[in-house]
């Protein structure tokens, strides 16, 4: 367990556990230990392990460990876990708002919803992860939709997710300074959309930008991916529901901002 929670982490993400439910009569089974159920969705995302091969040693069975994850899921705990990590970095002086940079990237799905034919893998079912980050790389939004879904259509999403985050003095932000992103938001709508929110643009146009130039940027959204890919669940989608495999994205986000934030300060 400790190689999976470290004392840090749950540190963090301790406290933000819902308790479990109390029965009004009394009584019943006690709840099963919150960081050996936590451990074990850490383990699941991290290795890629099916929820029927949970191994043993985490004391928790398969069945309880998704429910328990699926009930967090519902509570919004992967949320606040990514605010909180966010926040330990904010504190610092860690986050880098002077750039942010959005992108999408494919993975196959297997069923559910918020899937659809991909255009660059023949039209076999898929979704796509968008995510935007910082200048460093640190994601600060993420979010999942069809593969055939453009990604114009999920940048003001992306925006608008980003959370309020601490900094180091004055009141949080929420607001990067500039935003880069490649020719697929080209779009009149998008660069209104940035401006009206003290955002400037930096979209290539097309017909016009060198693919080259953006390249320069585009690198550090691109690892953010390579990222996530480590997260072996995050490589094919097997959640049907959208909203589970979200709330795996949006875990996975929340522990590489804290193994970053660990990086920097020890």
Not at 12 to 23: M, N, S
Not at 220 to 231: K, P
Request: one cysteine or more; a positive charge; aromatic letters at 8%.
């Amino acid at each position: 367990m400790q190689q999976w929670v470290p004392d840090e982490l749950w540190n963090l993400a301790g406290p933000l556990i819902p308790p479990p439910p109390r029965r009004r009569q009394g009584g019943g089974t006690p709840p099963i230990d919150a960081r050996a159920v936590f451990a074990a969705i850490v383990y699941v995302l991290t290795t890629g392990c099916a929820w029927r091969h949970l191994p043993p040693g985490f004391g928790v069975s398969r069945a309880t460990a998704h429910r328990r994850f699926t009930a967090w899921t519902a509570a919004g705990l992967w949320r606040r876990l990514h605010v909180a990590a966010l926040d330990q970095l904010g504190a610092q002086g860690l986050i880098d708002w002077s750039r942010a940079t959005a992108d999408a990237a494919y993975v196959r799905a297997k069923k559910g919803a918020l899937t659809g034919p991909s255009p660059v893998d023949r039209g076999k079912p898929g979704s796509k992860i968008h995510a935007l980050s910082e200048r460093g790389g640190l994601p600060l939004s993420v979010g999942v939709s069809a593969a055939n879904t453009h990604d114009s259509r999920c940048l003001e999403s992306l925006v608008k997710a980003i959370p309020a985050v601490r900094s180091r003095r004055g009141p949080r932000r929420r607001r990067p300074d500039k935003l880069h992103a490649d020719k697929g938001y080209d779009y009149p709508h998008l660069w209104r959309m940035l401006r009206q929110r003290g955002i400037r643009p930096r979209i290539a146009r097309r017909g016009i930008d060198s693919p080259n130039r953006l390249g320069r940027h585009r690198w550090v959204i691109e690892r953010t991916f390579a990222w996530f890919t480590g997260y072996r669940r995050l490589t094919i989608r097997y959640e049907r529901n959208p909203g589970l495999y979200c709330a795996l994205l949006t875990l996975a986000a929340a522990l590489t901002c804290h193994k970053r934030y660990l990086r920097l300060t020890t």
